[in-house]
């Protein structure tokens, strides 16, 4: 057994992934765990590799089973894939590479392939060697080139709230837009940031003494705006983006095979946490109407 992993890969599941999936994910050189968390009651598989560590959630759903993975990674750094994702075989060697040029940094956002679930030709193609890091260029902006290593800014949470967002449905964010980060999945992260935000993230779905909120979905960008929030300071580089060529293979299916998922739940842990961050008023009300919207086209189509 692993007693000391550089690298935690936490995969919430149905266990529906494919014999392909599993043989890319075991090909990942190096000192690394892999944590896969199924709901209540579900066969899990036999697996002789002793990365493999199998955990059951209480509950159904994107919060509850990441939320397990993650309070049990034991590695210096914690990624969340997917369990149709793909990811570099030398990925561990990369976050050891980043890490120690850039010990100060929260993350490593990995660069993502979006491929068509039909494309196998793509999928199952040769992974290219990726660039020593001390090799790369570093800028603060991505521009019309692949091959920098760019900087990651905070997410800039100090905002202002946009009245209009609450008074119109169809209003759209304008602070989406920019280098920073919202999604926590296809990032490498320290661990040790992880915990300590997600230790706050759970107290934080208490409701007095009895009750318990528990978004099922939404989870994947709640925590990583959740750890922004945690630890803000203005205008702070946290990280970078890595460049070409990419290190995840991230499955792209038409929106038909996709079950329509509410979000605002999740962001309303982030307005109740931190109620001073305009950016997260302005997130709550465009995916409260999102999510109202999403309600009466379903009940449209029944």
């Given at each position: 057994?692993l007693?000391?992993?550089?690298?935690?890969i936490?995969?919430?599941?149905l266990?529906?992934?494919?014999?392909?999936?599993?043989?890319?994910?075991?090909?990942?050189?190096?000192?690394?765990?892999?944590?896969?968390?199924?709901?209540?009651g579900?066969v899990?598989?036999?697996?002789?590799?002793?990365?493999?560590?199998?955990?059951?959630?209480?509950?159904?759903?994107?919060?509850?089973?990441?939320?397990?993975?993650?309070l049990?990674?034991?590695?210096?750094?914690?990624?969340?894939?997917?369990?149709?994702?793909?990811?570099?075989?030398?990925?561990?060697?990369?976050?050891?590479?980043?890490?120690?040029?850039?010990?100060?940094s929260?993350?490593?956002?990995l660069?993502?392939?979006?491929i068509?679930?039909?494309?196998?030709?793509?999928?199952?193609?040769?992974?290219?060697?990726?660039?020593?890091?001390?090799?790369?260029?570093?800028?603060?902006?991505?521009?019309?080139?692949?091959?920098?290593?760019?900087?990651?800014p905070?997410?800039?949470?100090?905002?202002?709230?946009?009245?209009?967002?609450?008074?119109?449905?169809?209003?759209?964010?304008?602070d989406?837009?920019?280098?920073?980060?919202?999604?926590?999945?296809?990032?490498?992260?320290?661990?040790?940031?992880?915990?300590?935000?997600?230790?706050?993230?759970?107290?934080?779905m208490?409701?007095?003494?009895?009750?318990?909120?528990?978004?099922?979905?939404?989870?994947?960008?709640?925590?990583?705006l959740?750890?922004?929030?945690?630890?803000?300071?203005?205008?702070?580089?946290i990280?970078?983006?890595?460049?070409?060529?990419?290190?995840?293979?991230?499955?792209?299916?038409?929106?038909?095979?996709?079950?329509?998922?509410?979000?605002?739940?999740?962001?309303?842990?982030?307005?109740?946490?931190?109620?001073?961050?305009?950016?997260?008023w302005?997130?709550?009300?465009?995916?409260?109407?999102?999510?109202?919207?999403?309600?009466?086209?379903?009940?449209?189509?029944?």
């Amino acid at each position: 057994m692993l007693n000391s992993p550089i690298l935690s890969i936490v995969t919430p599941t149905l266990g529906k992934f494919s014999e392909y999936w599993l043989q890319q994910l075991l090909a990942i050189q190096g000192e690394v765990e892999f944590i896969w968390v199924y709901p209540p009651g579900a066969v899990t598989p036999s697996v002789e590799d002793p990365r493999v560590k199998i955990f059951h959630s209480l509950y159904q759903g994107e919060t509850p089973q990441r939320s397990v993975g993650l309070l049990n990674a034991s590695g210096q750094y914690v990624l969340a894939l997917d369990d149709d994702d793909f990811l570099h075989p030398d990925v561990v060697a990369l976050a050891k590479d980043y890490f120690h040029n850039f010990p100060q940094s929260w993350l490593l956002r990995l660069y993502k392939e979006k491929i068509d679930y039909l494309d196998e030709e793509k999928i199952k193609a040769t992974w290219p060697e990726l660039p020593a890091i001390n090799q790369l260029n570093v800028s603060r902006k991505r521009q019309d080139k692949y091959q920098d290593l760019v900087e990651v800014p905070i997410a800039p949470l100090d905002n202002p709230f946009e009245l209009r967002l609450a008074l119109w449905p169809y209003a759209k964010r304008k602070d989406i837009h920019g280098c920073h980060l919202e999604p926590f999945n296809n990032t490498i992260w320290k661990t040790t940031l992880v915990k300590e935000a997600l230790d706050d993230f759970v107290r934080n779905m208490r409701i007095g003494e009895i009750l318990t909120w528990l978004p099922l979905w939404g989870f994947d960008r709640a925590l990583g705006l959740f750890i922004q929030g945690k630890f803000f300071q203005k205008d702070m580089y946290i990280g970078h983006w890595m460049p070409e060529p990419s290190q995840i293979r991230y499955i792209v299916r038409p929106y038909s095979m996709k079950s329509p998922r509410i979000l605002f739940p999740s962001d309303a842990l982030l307005v109740k946490r931190f109620p001073q961050y305009g950016y997260f008023w302005n997130l709550f009300f465009e995916e409260l109407y999102n999510g109202i919207k999403t309600k009466i086209k379903s009940l449209w189509k029944a």
